[in-house]
């Protein structure tokens, strides 16, 4: 079992920027490829980034191509969500997730993560 903690969540005006940063709330090994999903009020879960182990590949969500940047520290087991040029509808309760596979794969779709944070809120006001 693995417990996340997500962290950099906040108020910011459009366009400015915020970090998240996500890592293992103890000392955990050999944490395989990471995402972070997001969730609006009265929306479903959506996908918005992945890396994988090695942190060499990622992927994006289209609407946040170009803005956002996801990368890893694998000495410290932390993923970083850098997001830039926000937008009021990035709006949503942020959070990251740890995939079930050990390999070097991307992984855009909720089943493909077992382990959740709990989440950290990010307001964009216009």
């Known amino acids: 079992q693995v417990q996340l903690v997500e962290s950099g969540g906040g108020l910011v005006q459009a366009g400015g920027s915020l970090r998240l940063s996500c890592a293992p709330s103890t000392r955990t090994f050999g944490i395989p490829g990471m995402g972070w999903f997001r969730q609006a009020p009265g929306k479903e879960r959506e996908f918005v980034a992945a890396?994988?182990?090695?942190?060499?590949?990622?992927r994006y969500a289209d609407f946040v191509k170009g803005r956002f940047t996801i990368s890893r520290d694998n000495a410290k087991n932390t993923v970083y969500l850098q997001m830039n040029s926000l937008k009021p509808e990035d709006t949503a309760v942020y959070y990251c997730?740890?995939?079930?596979?050990?390999?070097?794969?991307?992984?855009?779709?909720?089943?493909?993560?077992?382990?959740w944070g709990q989440g950290t809120q990010v307001t964009v006001s216009s």
């Open positions: 890396i994988s182990w090695s942190g060499v590949s990622t």
């Open positions: 997730a740890v995939t079930r596979f050990r390999d070097d794969n991307l992984y855009y779709t909720d089943n493909a993560y077992h382990y």
